[in-house]
């Protein structure tokens, strides 16, 4: 969602040039009905003045023509000009619609009732919030300027005089300084209460005291919703700041496309909503909600590429609850950590040098897990768990699935020679 680039291919135009062309087309009875009449009316004209102009001549022909050939035509011309002009299938029914109603047609749902996105957005609309990070940035000759990033946020709890709001962590990554924008129209500071890389959330807070007196009553927290119950096809309606506050509370609608996504994001992978409602800059941080108006993920990344369209993604509700949790308590999520910096040996430079397959420990943080355990450095850990050790990528998937305090046993070569078992207690690497 840090880049939002819009493709049009020749496919694309075609396509968007079918749906806008509309032909009539008139039945094939009405042409048929048509050539028919045409013969007839001429055969019978050259029959009635012919005879008419031989024996009977011009007296009698006259008042013919007056009484019966231009009743006649004046019949066809209306009949003709009917079938000419007659509106297709669709502009019929439009028309029997209008006049049984005696009312122009609203949009409605197929119950003949109004779209529940109008209820959902008045009651969900209150509780998102611009974010705008003010970020300091260097020009080409390194001299130092302020710029604003966009973002989006939701209102979800209050603590105090405090009132809390969860957004992406990579919209205030950088900021020095944040802003709030509630009800598109008022700005007050916002503070930092806690952050989480890993998942990419963080909490902010504004004072109640600093929101102006008018408006601090219709400021209200978001229902949240319950992630783990939906279904591809049901409804999903975002709301954010897509490119700042000038479009403020942008609505936009459309399905869960699927639940349960792993999605790969650099050095980590995260489990999201999919979903096609449109989901653009400065959406980041702002609420998906169901049909019940209830906020069940935050939106965070758009799938940006020439060959896909409407793939958005949002974080699960329920995965987002506990680390905001954790945020307003702590200010920071406990993971758990051995405290080291550490090598890949692969197969192609065990065999060069002659070395076990497993991780060179590089460096031990001081007063870390690994450095009370006794890994030091120059090992090489070949196991831990009962489980074969290749890669860092594997050593911190088995960290992660413990908790801070949880022991691991693990088996280190020293000196390349002599194996070790060595225990570690994990401890907390954002502990401060």
């Known amino acids: 969602m840090d880049e939002w680039k819009n493709y049009e291919t020749e496919e694309q135009n075609k396509e968007e040039s079918s749906y806008y062309y509309t032909e009539t087309i008139k039945p094939e009875k009405v042409k048929k009905q048509s050539s028919w009449k045409k013969i007839i009316l001429f055969i019978f004209i050259i029959g009635l003045v012919g005879g008419t102009s031989i024996s009977v001549g011009v007296r009698i022909g006259k008042p013919l023509a007056h009484n019966i050939i231009q009743p006649f035509l004046e019949q066809f011309n209306k009949s003709w000009t009917f079938q000419e002009d007659a509106p ?18 609203l949009p409605v749902t197929s119950t003949g009732e109004k779209s529940p996105v109008v209820e959902i957005a008045k009651k969900v609309g209150p509780s998102v919030v611009g974010v705008t990070s003010h970020v300091t940035v260097r020009d080409w000759f390194n001299n130092p300027y302020n710029k604003e ?51 990419d959330l963080a909490v902010l807070y504004i004072k109640k005291d600093e929101i102006p007196a008018d408006i601090r009553n219709q400021v209200c927290p978001a229902v949240l919703g319950n992630s783990d119950e939906l279904e591809a096809g049901e409804l999903a309606v975002a709301i954010g700041n897509p490119l700042g506050t000038t479009f403020s509370n942008t609505v936009t609608v459309g399905v869960i496309s699927a639940v349960n996504r792993q999605l790969p994001l650099y050095d980590k992978t995260m489990t999201m909503i999919q979903t096609d409602a449109a989901i653009n800059p400065g959406n980041s941080g702002g609420a998906l909600v169901n049909g019940k108006g209830e906020v069940i993920g935050i939106n965070t990344i758009k799938l940006v590429d020439a060959k896909v369209e409407g793939m958005g993604f949002a974080i699960p509700i329920n995965n987002v609850k506990p680390i905001i949790e954790d945020l307003v308590n702590r200010g920071s999520v406990p993971r758990p950590g051995l405290g080291i910096i550490g090598a890949n040996i692969s197969e192609d430079v065990s065999e060069l040098y002659e070395i076990p397959i497993g991780i060179l420990v590089r460096d031990v943080a001081s007063g870390s897990a690994a450095d009370i355990a006794g890994i030091r450095q120059g090992d090489i850990i070949i196991q831990m768990e009962g489980q074969k050790i290749t890669s860092m990528d594997q050593l911190t998937k088995i960290i992660k699935n413990h908790k801070v305090g949880d022991t691991v046993e693990m088996v280190v070569v020293r000196d390349f020679s002599t194996k070790k078992v060595l225990k570690a207690k994990l401890q907390d690497i954002n502990q401060k």
């Open 88 to 105: 297709t299938s669709d502009e019929t029914l439009s028309q029997d619609t209008k006049a049984n109603s005696g009312t122009s047609i």
């Open 149 to 199: 990033e966009t973002g989006s946020g939701v209102i979800f709890g209050e603590k105090g005089d405090e009132v809390m709001i969860v957004t992406n962590y990579h919209v205030v990554e950088k900021a020095n300084t944040v802003s709030i924008t509630l009800l598109a129209d008022h700005t007050v500071p916002a503070y930092l209460k806690g952050y989480d890389s890993q998942t």
